[in-house]
């Protein structure tokens, strides 16, 4: 019931994603008035879907201390309590960011090993793709979180991107070893010092993004949020300066006729609904964020990042890296410079 054009948009992903995935059966919570006549306009999910009602759901504005207390019999936290119960092994969600976060939390409970899950999506890049994180779980992080956050980022690489061994940088305000805070400075120390199945490549700053230098981006969730979103309207600002520079003249317009087939291929490639789907990594189960303002498209991506996880199970990868840095792991880091 989570989107700005739930239940519509959420029936729709399912559908699409029913056809790359035929072997994965849904769980839709909601109202069953509205999700009914929705089911019938697509064939393909007589089989598959199974809708448990509840008339309640988590606004997009509500407070997530109010949807703790209130929410109980709510379709999100009904959706998390299937996951916890073992009944279904992935939750994917378009509603209020904030709610989701602390209800996982509190039901699911983090990994051992962790203190804060963080939040981490995919990005575009010049390369390919590369994940970053935190992109605004955490304002404010130490060390161990950003060590962390490095090894939950490196297990999404492996298992969702297929790289076998990712190249993990710290986002700094330089490249230089004696930049940024000291939080910054000892989790690089950390990694360093410890031997972990991905490569620490040390220090990059945010032009590294759109090069693809690494193919996990560690950062707090303040600066990682604020990275994200500038990508975001930059992609937003040059696609409407395209769009106005094409309609500005005659021949302008005939340049864009010319031109269609390779603006087609770019509008392709940075389509934000092809990187949907947000990950709260870290925690004793899967959940997945949908953008509210996505599509049926943009939807069942998301599911498609859920259905990565589960299959290449992502949190055995997590656990096994967690135990191998506890043996390794010293008691403070040890800065020099």
């Known amino acids: 019931m989570g989107g700005d054009s739930a239940p519509d948009m959420v029936v729709d992903g399912v559908a ?3 056809t790359r995935f035929p072997n994965v059966h849904f769980l839709l919570f909601g109202d069953q008035a509205r999700i009914e006549p929705l089911l019938v306009l697509h064939k393909n999910l007589q089989a598959s879907v ?5 008339d309640q759901f988590v606004r997009s504005e509500e407070k997530p201390s109010l949807a703790l207390r209130q929410g109980k019999q709510s379709s999100m936290q009904l959706a998390i309590n299937a996951v916890n119960d073992g009944e279904a092994q992935a939750v994917v969600s378009a509603g209020n960011t904030g709610a989701l976060m602390a209800m996982a939390k ?3 409970k983090t990994l051992n090993g962790i203190d804060r899950p963080a939040i981490g999506g995919l990005i575009p890049t010049r390369l390919g793709e590369s994940v970053m994180l935190d992109l605004g779980a955490n304002v404010e992080c130490d060390a161990n979180n950003l060590v962390q956050f490095g090894m939950l980022g490196a297990a999404y690489a492996r298992t969702v991107l297929g790289r076998e061994r990712p190249t993990v940088g710290l986002i700094n305000v330089g490249q230089e070893e004696i930049k940024g805070g000291e939080n910054v400075q000892q989790a690089a120390a950390l990694f360093r010092a410890a031997t972990l199945p991905f490569d620490f490549y040390g220090f990059v700053e945010g032009d590294d993004l759109g090069a693809g230098t690494v193919d996990v981006f560690v950062v707090d969730g303040f600066t990682g949020n604020i990275a994200l979103k500038t990508l975001e309207g930059t992609v937003r600002l040059y696609t409407e300066y395209l769009r106005q ?9 005939l340049a864009f006729l010319l031109a269609r087939s390779a603006l087609k291929k770019m509008r392709t490639r940075i389509d934000p609904r092809l990187y949907n789907g947000a990950t709260f990594l870290g925690l004793n189960g899967i959940v997945v964020k949908s953008h509210g303002g996505t599509d049926g498209f943009g939807f069942a991506n998301a599911i498609g990042v859920a259905v990565d996880m589960v299959t290449n199970k992502i949190n055995e990868f997590i656990m096994l890296e967690l135990s191998e840095y506890g ?3 010293p008691t403070e880091a040890v800065v020099t410079g």
């Open 106 to 108: 509190v039901t699911l």
């Open 327 to 329: 043996e390794q792991r």
């Open 16 to 18: 699409r994603a029913r």
């Open 245 to 253: 520079t094409f309609k500005s003249s005659l021949l302008s317009r």
């Open 50 to 54: 199974t809708i448990r009602h509840t």
